[in-house]
């Protein structure tokens, strides 16, 4: 096998490690900080495999609303101005009461559709989640 064939396997492999999701690369994992600002902590495998990272993520970055659903958006700000209200969480379920056409109203999503680890660092959309 040639070398630029070797190299061109490997960097093949690269994507899959990049967007692991982040409850199957990631451990104690939490939600901090204010109902303007929730912040997704975790302590997450790096790809060398070893000394995991500590990692935090502005979840405003990641998602949005459509109606008061929460949605998975670059840049949505859903938390901003207390459009929600009452976050929690279950597994990698989000849940709060965010505010849609007839007053606030109860809505969930899967965190872990669309929040990666990529090397240590929890991603959305293109964001890149900073050390805590």
């Known amino acids: 096998m040639k070398l630029s064939t070797v190299f061109t396997l490997g960097l093949a492999a690269l994507p899959e490690l990049a967007s692991a999701s982040f409850a199957q690369t990631c451990k104690d994992w939490?939600?901090?900080g204010t109902t303007f600002r929730p912040l997704l902590v975790a302590t997450c495998s790096k790809s060398d495999g070893h000394s995991p990272r500590r990692?935090?993520?502005?979840?405003?970055?990641?998602?949005?609303?459509?109606?008061g659903d929460?949605?998975?958006r670059k840049?949505?700000?859903a938390f901003t101005a207390g459009a929600c209200i009452n976050i929690g969480w279950s597994g990698?379920?989000?849940?709060?009461?965010?505010?849609g056409l007839y007053g606030y109203k109860n809505t969930a999503i899967d965190l872990n559709s669309f929040i990666?680890?990529?090397n240590g660092f929890l991603t959305c959309h293109g964001y890149l989640g900073a050390p805590y």
Not at 58 to 63: A, G, I, P, R, V
Not at 92 to 99: G, V
């Open 55 to 67: 990692t935090r993520h502005d979840l405003n970055l990641c998602m949005g609303l459509s109606y």
């Open 30 to 32: 939490y939600i901090e």
């Open 116 to 118: 990666h680890n990529s």
């Open 92 to 99: 990698t379920q989000m849940s709060a009461q965010c505010l």
């Open 75 to 77: 840049d949505g700000n």
């Open 70 to 72: 929460l949605v998975s």
